[in-house]
């Protein structure tokens, strides 16, 4: 399980969708616990390093609009 904003985190909330130009991903669900900065966090399983590596550069640089 990856944890963008970092952990532990537990309350595993609702699926998020991702939506990237005209892509559109499910990476996993939305956080609202608190983190180690009580900011939400985003989680993916079971990913491979394509889409891992795809989410973080678009977490980044890439316009994503994100809604639970």
């Not at 996993?28 to 989410?55: I, M, V």
Request: contains cysteine.
């Amino acid at each position: 399980v990856i944890c963008t904003e970092g952990g532990p985190c537990h309350d595993h909330g609702t699926p998020l969708v991702c939506t990237v130009g005209n892509l559109e991903f499910t990476p996993g669900l939305y956080a609202h616990s608190t983190c180690d900065k009580n900011q939400p966090a985003y989680f993916a399983s079971l990913l491979s390093k394509q889409f891992r590596d795809w989410f973080n550069d678009a977490h980044k640089k890439v316009p994503k609009t994100c809604y639970p």
